[in-house]
């Protein structure tokens, strides 16, 4: 991976490092805080039984476990995405190869080239994607949050 490829993928990662972080500022933090409100809620309450404690534990605990339910399906989504299209490029490149598997090095070398630079178009595709995800990530929190 050339010098300027790894700087691509590093700023996807840090895209969605940067999207995951306000993600969880704004809505996975407080969503936290009512969850550890409602268990200690939960805890204080003696008349509760055991059962009735943990139905009430787990209760307190769904709204956190949806919302990040929707952020790891959007990420993975995305993921995907990348996945999808670097295969496409890999498929691409695999039919340009002749049957008998016989290149000159500079074809090879011309194939590399189309194939990195095919890889790249995809991870540039999921970059500017990265605005979408937050509006999808959102839309999704707001509506399991209720």
Same mark, same amino acid.
């Given at each position: 991976?050339?010098?300027? &490829?790894?700087?691509?993928?590093?700023?996807?990662?840090?895209?969605?490092?940067?999207?995951?972080?306000?993600?969880?500022?704004?809505?996975?933090?407080?969503?936290?805080?009512?969850?550890? &409100?409602?268990?200690?809620?939960?805890?204080?309450?003696?008349?509760?039984?055991?059962? &009735?404690?943990?139905?009430?534990?787990?209760?307190?605990?769904?709204?956190?476990? +949806?919302?990040?339910?929707? %952020?790891?399906?959007?990420?993975?989504?995305?993921?995907? +995405?990348?996945?999808?299209?670097?295969?496409?490029?890999?498929?691409?490149?695999?039919?340009?190869?002749?049957?008998?598997?016989?290149?000159?090095?500079? +074809?090879?070398?011309?194939?590399?080239?189309?194939?990195?630079?095919? %890889?790249?178009?995809? %991870?540039?595709?999921?970059?500017?994607?990265?605005?979408? %995800?937050?509006?999808?990530?959102?839309?999704?929190? +707001?509506?399991?949050?209720?």
């Amino acid at each position: 991976m050339s010098r300027d &490829e790894a700087a691509r993928m590093q700023h996807l990662q840090d895209g969605v490092e940067n999207l995951v972080e306000k993600i969880e500022r704004q809505f996975i933090r407080p969503e936290r805080i009512k969850t550890f &409100e409602c268990c200690i809620d939960c805890c204080k309450d003696d008349s509760l039984r055991q059962i &009735e404690l943990q139905n009430c534990l787990t209760s307190c605990t769904d709204g956190m476990q +949806r919302i990040e339910e929707v %952020v790891n399906q959007e990420l993975a989504e995305l993921q995907n +995405r990348l996945q999808r299209c670097a295969n496409q490029c890999q498929d691409q490149a695999k039919l340009q190869v002749p049957p008998d598997g016989n290149l000159s090095a500079d +074809r090879k070398a011309a194939l590399q080239g189309d194939l990195q630079s095919c %890889v790249n178009r995809c %991870v540039d595709q999921q970059l500017k994607s990265l605005p979408q %995800v937050e509006k999808r990530i959102q839309y999704g929190i +707001r509506r399991v949050s209720g």
